[in-house]
């Protein structure tokens, strides 16, 4: 279900129907744009965008590690995607901003994308349970994908860059037709690296662990959120290098993310984790993040940018 109110492009509301582009885009042929995900919660203070500032700001760094020039501030993204909120009806309840280089004023196409405008749209869908409201309660299956990780050599990982997710597209495929929910993508070196838009993190003997950034993963603003709340309930997260039998023997795994925000993991590879339903460590990062975004807890209040 898609907003078809209203989208913003270039600087300006249009109807949905009259947000199109060239096919001779250059971003469709090659990939070359940023993209954001950004979540909008119905609470008790109205809607809310969820860490709207951080969201857009790693958009503009994005773009920079491109050398994308996005013609527009900070701030004036953000009041954009307050704009594309408010327009959206009730079941708007997540944000697609992206910039890509566009139509060559000479319509040529090439890979040099330099002399080609930067354009800039910010959408409002519907998304609801990511991989499904059973699994956010029961915990989703995963397979470990043949299709490896980029290294941090071959590609921008850090940046949501939208060329960069064709591994991701390939290796969700593979998920879907062996009958899982997602998949997990293994690093160059065969260390855990991330999920194919997810970041993931593992609970054995009490102690929680997550991949480093070196592993080759996206610095996630849920994992971030999700740290920060488990060391504020007195826990230690450490980021090490995970193996992908070390997720087999694991007491819980859990998955974050914009879209997937805390899924717990049932099974890997057709091995059981733990119980083979949502752990003690898991529900309860689960729930605090839920009452987080709902606007529950005080001390998390920053994160939320009321519309």
């Known amino acids: 279900m898609v907003n078809r109110s209203k989208v913003w ?53 994005s773009a920079k590690c491109i050398s994308m020039p996005v013609p527009h501030s900070l701030d004036d993204l953000c009041e954009a995607c307050r ?35 930067v354009n800039t749209v910010i959408a409002c869908t519907h998304m609801g349970a990511y991989m499904g409201a059973e699994q956010l309660e029961r915990g989703a299956t995963i397979i470990t994908s043949s299709w490896e990780k980029p290294s941090n050599r071959a590609a921008l990982l850090n940046a949501k860059v939208c060329g960069n997710y064709i591994n991701s597209v390939v290796a969700r495929i593979e998920a879907v037709k062996r009958g ?31 991949p480093p950034m070196t592993a080759g ?54 091995h059981i984790i733990g119980e083979g339903r949502a752990g003690t460590k898991t529900k309860s990062i689960q729930q605090a993040f839920a009452a987080a975004v709902a606007g529950n807890l005080p001390k998390y209040e920053r994160w939320l940018d009321v519309v």
């Not at 950004?38 to 965008?49: F, L, P, S, T, V």
């Not at 970041?199 to 929680?208: R, S």
């Not at 504020?232 to 997937?260: C, P, Q, W």
């Open 83 to 117: 704009d594309v909120a408010r327009a959206a009806g009730p079941e708007g309840d997540y944000l697609r901003p992206i910039s890509f280089w566009g139509l060559s004023p000479t319509g040529n196409i090439g890979v040099n994308p330099l002399k080609c405008p």
């Open 217 to 270: 993963i996206l610095e996630g603003i849920t994992r971030d959120c999700i740290i920060t709340i488990v060391r504020d309930k007195g826990f230690e997260v450490v980021e090490r290098d995970i193996t992908r039998s070390e997720l087999y023997v694991a007491d819980e795994v859990f998955m974050t993310g914009t879209a997937a925000e805390v899924t717990p993991i049932r099974s890997i590879d057709d």
């Open 9 to 61: 492009m270039d600087g300006k509301m249009v109807n949905f129907d009259d947000a199109n582009v060239h096919v001779l885009t250059h971003g469709l042929h090659y990939g070359s744009g940023v993209f954001e995900g950004i979540r909008i919660y119905n609470n008790d203070g109205g809607r809310a965008i969820f860490r709207l500032r951080d969201h857009m700001q790693r958009f503009l760094n």
């Open 180 to 210: 899982a929910d997602e998949a997990l993508m293994l690093n160059a070196e065969g260390n855990v690296a991330e999920g194919t838009g997810e970041n993931l993190f593992m609970v054995k003997a009490g102690h929680i662990y997550t």
